[in-house]
């Protein structure tokens, strides 16, 4: 099922901000977000070789490729740095709440999808459940990230709405491994200049190959085969599910405490979420006579 595919890769990236905390609290935002695309790129490239070897060969769109490549290097910069400004739970609340906005704009700018009825009721309920979640005065909350976590939604929009498109003439994987290369050219001669002593420690290793492996390639991966059949405003909704993992992970592992405004927003995301998942069900064909009949 292509929206459980999305909803499964979004609860994988909800692990990427409690993974950089885990991992060492000097990391650079950049360097992390660096390493992690070496490592997904490394994957994904790997998997494309072996299963779709003439794919790779094959002219790739320049504006697309590149696009979408910018979009995931713009992503990967200002989200550990909004997480690491505003904490983990609220900078991924701020990220991913923004996207849908920009994504239902982008997908009619790009694809001319218009959203659907469905999208907007559950947009707004999943924007109201991460504004609860961030509102939160105890919460680790601070203003200097907004732009960044903004940012980051408005990067993620992009790359969703430019693979989409990328995705008509290739394989998702392939796809991917060409997104995430372009992207890695892009932020990787950072590395040069930043500082990866941090890296040395089995925490921070195993911290770093489950972003690349697991919340990077694997997540991604599930995202586009997803995100063929789905509508880009769609996909991007379903994607807060990644900061109600983040919230729950940051409770669990970062002993973050849930007040009851949190738990509403929670309820709230939940909810929006149920919306989008009832709208993929096939209506039964009684109903859908009887519709028809009602239309004439």
Do not use: N
């Amino acid at each position: 099922m292509p929206r459980l595919s999305i909803a499964l890769a979004a609860i994988l990236w909800g692990t990427t901000g409690t993974a950089q905390a885990l991992a060492s609290a000097q990391a650079h935002p950049l360097a992390v977000g660096a390493v992690r695309l070496i490592l997904g790129t490394a994957c994904l490239w790997a998997v494309a070789w072996w299963t779709d070897r003439p794919g790779l060969h094959h002219p790739w769109p320049r504006r697309l490729t590149i696009g979408a490549g910018v979009g995931v290097a713009l992503y990967q910069a200002s989200f550990f740095a909004a997480v690491q400004a505003m904490g983990v739970a609220a900078g991924t609340i701020m990220a991913i709440g923004s996207a849908p906005v920009a994504a239902g704009i982008l997908g009619f700018l790009l694809h001319k999808e218009r959203p659907s009825a469905a999208w907007y009721p559950a947009t707004f309920l999943a924007i109201l459940g991460c504004t609860a979640l961030a509102a939160e005065p105890e919460t680790d909350f601070s203003w200097k990230g907004a732009p960044l976590a903004i940012t980051a939604g408005a990067a993620y929009a992009l790359y969703s709405a430019a693979c989409k498109h990328l995705m008509v003439s290739r394989a998702p994987t392939t796809a991917m491994a060409g997104i995430f290369a372009t992207a890695a050219l892009i932020l990787c001669p950072i590395l040069f200049f930043l500082d990866l002593s941090w890296m040395a420690t089995p925490r921070a290793t195993l911290a770093m190959v489950h972003l690349g492996l697991v919340a990077t390639a694997l997540a991604y991966v599930l995202f586009s085969h997803g995100l063929r059949t789905t509508p880009v405003s769609s996909a991007v909704t379903l994607s807060l599910l990644e900061p109600l993992t983040a919230a729950l992970l940051g409770t669990l592992l970062l002993d973050e405490i849930l007040t009851t405004r949190q738990r509403i927003g929670i309820v709230s995301i939940l909810l929006g979420m149920g919306i989008l998942a009832l709208e993929a069900l096939p209506v039964p064909r009684r109903l859908r006579i009887t519709t028809e009949k009602q239309r004439r």
